[in-house]
């Protein structure tokens, strides 16, 4: 006798209904879904008892005849798709046709609808899977799912569900998300007869965005589409990194009017925003992403909540390249805002010595750049721009690191060893210095030795010296990292480190790299090393440890973009050592310095690690304070 048989079809939609319905959410997802692809332009979804009672979600769309109501049903009944190559290219949110029977073999389900041009609407009750009556009624265009009791057959699966709270948490997070999917529908979700979310059509998505998210402020848009296609197409908003929102911030990706829960696209949108969050601190906001179908794979999970990209990787660099072309649009706006007679991006004028301090105590104003070509020591004196045009590229994974134009500086004469570790001297803060005309702000002063006090129109500016400092060097350390043009500074006396066996493997891997960080490093037998030159903007810190330090840096990762991010880390960390720091005193010229180079940068409102540099304060804001207003 066979020991294979096929199962009972009641028994085979209960298995299936525990792959699609996990819990509540899931249902109100698929009927959700199910109203969409009907052309509903106003959606009611109704829930008592956790959604274990009732789920009944109410739609305008196109409705059904009776045939249908009986053929939606039947196992992977569905209108969505006919042809095997319709698989290749969905273009709609549901297409199995298996939701409805899954959902009614774990409920007791009713279901009303009834067409447009029909005088009269079905109705369908259903017992745990089994049709009981069907009859015509009265009803509205559109169709009424009411699902009770689900998984009232199902005692055990019941049992895994949490508590009310938590459930009707995850119902709230499904209608949010195809309300931000579907912005052109009205979306009402009542809780125990209490209306608990009203997303209405006539706002626009980042309104409807914001009061979702309960964010009162402005939203850095993102935009982006490649040339001359239709699609791909990026587009959504984020909540700027520096301010805070209520709750776990989050970002929501949608991939074709679709809610997904995708890890590639997560970090592509990190990735976009590296330097400007905060370790732990997560983005949030929305991104929507638009491609062709036959480019997204979406029948990879029963709950179609996770989809597949034939080409994965050209995505997650298109995400990165869409995010940090929004931040550099968003750093232009605050630019316009905080420096009235800034230089818009691309039209600035070429910085060059002669319009900073000189003395070499001035590392605020000092370009540290020096035209190495290969890595090379070379007469320090610039060369003529013809010759720098010809200096080495180097191309890295990571999309942070951009093409730069040309820097010209002379190297620095050698340090000896007191030098090194001498901190130069700073003269005392002098208040109330004269206007710059370059950067449009008025100096108030400094306050702690690291807070710069301006005023910006009606606006106190506070701007972290050290913050601002370090990512003006971090910039600047990039460029010239990618033209192989750091400075070094030979040392008089050069010094002997020992290393580890990790360490002396991260040199050999990465000596090229450490080459062009300004190092100078050989081999003097056995585990020690003799360093006899630094980045000349590390002249003041002790050798060894500066290269110690940032030999730390390097991971044992040789491709892809985590190279290129550890590298950034690299960069970053000199850029650090070499700023400012919390408490030096500025001269009224190093103010203004670090101003207009400010005002002048691409980027400039976080430090590489994702501080904030600047904090603005309304003149409404300070009468508040004063009980003014």
């Known amino acids: 006798m066979s020991k294979i048989r096929v199962l009972p079809e009641q028994l085979a939609n209960r298995i299936a209904a525990g792959e699609v319905v996990e819990r509540p959410a899931s249902v109100v997802k698929e009927l959700i879904e199910n109203s969409l692809d009907a052309g509903a332009d106003r959606i009611e979804i109704e829930i008592e008892g956790g959604g274990t009672r009732l789920i009944r979600v109410i739609d305008n769309g196109e409705g059904m005849d009776e045939d249908d109501v009986l053929l939606c049903l039947e196992r992977h009944g569905t209108s969505k798709i006919s042809a095997d190559q319709d698989l290749e290219a969905i273009n709609s949110l549901g297409f199995r046709g298996e939701a409805i029977p899954s959902i009614a073999s774990v409920s007791r389900m009713t279901i009303t609808s009834r067409q447009q041009s029909a005088e009269l609407g079905t109705t369908a009750i259903l ?80 309104h409807r965005l914001a009061a979702i998210m309960h964010y009162p402020g402005d939203f850095i ?14 587009s959504g908003y984020l909540v700027p990194p520096e301010q805070s929102i209520q709750g776990s911030a989050r970002i929501r990706i949608l991939v074709n009017g679709r809610s997904v829960k995708d890890r590639m696209l997560t970090h592509g949108v990190a990735e976009g925003l590296r330097g400007f969050l905060m370790k732990g601190k997560n983005p949030a ?83 540290i750049s020096s035209p190495h070509a ?149 081999e003097f037998g056995g585990s020690s090393y003799v360093i006899s030159a630094v980045p000349a903007l590390g002249g003041h810190s002790s050798p060894v440890e500066l290269f110690l330090d940032i030999l730390e840096q390097f991971g044992s990762s040789n491709t892809g973009s985590r190279r290129g991010s550890m590298l950034e880390d690299v960069l970053a960390s000199m850029a650090c050592k070499a700023a400012v720091k919390a408490g030096d005193a500025l001269a009224p010229e190093e103010i203004e310095a670090l101003l207009d180079k400010m005002a002048r940068a691409d980027l400039f409102s976080h430090c590489p690690h994702g501080r904030p540099v600047l904090k603005v304060f309304s003149d409404t804001d300070i009468k508040k304070w004063f009980h003014r207003t």
């Not at 589409?225 to 990026?234: A, D, N, W, Y």
């Not at 991104?287 to 990209?309: C, G, I, Y």
């Not at 990039?478 to 500074?489: E, G, T, V």
């Open 285 to 367: 906001g929305l991104v929507h992403l638009r491609l062709s179908p036959a480019e997204v794979d979406v029948n990879v999970h029963p709950t179609k909540q996770e989809v597949r990209f034939r080409r994965s990787r050209d995505i997650h660099q298109l995400i990165v390249q869409a995010i940090q072309q929004a931040i550099h649009g968003y750093q232009q706006t605050l630019k316009n805002s905080f420096f009235p007679s800034s230089v818009p991006v691309g039209h600035g004028v070429p910085e060059t010595d002669k319009q900073l301090p000189r003395s070499r105590e001035d590392r605020l104003s000092h370009e």
């Open 374 to 522: 290969k890595g090379e020591e070379v007469a320090p004196y610039p060369p003529p721009p013809g010759e720098r045009n010809q200096q080495q590229e180097t191309s890295l994974s990571s999309p942070v690191f951009s093409q730069p134009a040309p820097l010209v500086t002379a190297e620095p004469p050698p340090v000896t060893r007191a030098e090194a570790a001498k901190e130069p001297s700073r003269p005392q803060p002098v208040f109330n210095g004269p206007e710059n005309k370059r950067h449009g702000l008025q100096v108030i002063g400094q306050f702690a030795n690291l807070y710069i006090f301006c005023q910006s129109g009606d606006d106190l500016l506070v701007i972290d010296q050290h913050a601002a400092h370090e990512r003006l060097l971090f910039e600047e350390l990039k460029q010239q990292f990618l033209r192989n043009a750091i400075a070094r500074q030979t040392l008089l006396f050069p010094e002997t480190v020992e290393l580890s066996v990790a360490d002396i493997q991260k040199v050999e891997q990465y000596g090229d790299e450490i080459d062009k960080m300004g190092f100078t490093i050989r």
């Open 221 to 234: 848009e993102v935009k982006h589409s490649e040339p001359g296609e239709s699609l791909p197409q990026i």
């Open 127 to 206: 017992n745990y899977g089994k049709l009981t009556k069907i009859h015509e009624t009265g009803c509205s265009r559109g169709t009424i799912m009411e699902i009770r009791n689900l998984f009232g057959n199902t005692p055990a699966r019941r049992k895994f569900l949490r508590t009310h709270r938590t459930e009707l948490g995850h119902i709230d997070e499904v209608v949010k998300s195809y309300g931000l999917a579907a912005a052109e529908v009205t979306f009402i979700l009542r809780i125990d007869g209490r209306e608990t979310l009203h997303l209405d059509s006539g706002h626009s998505l980042a």
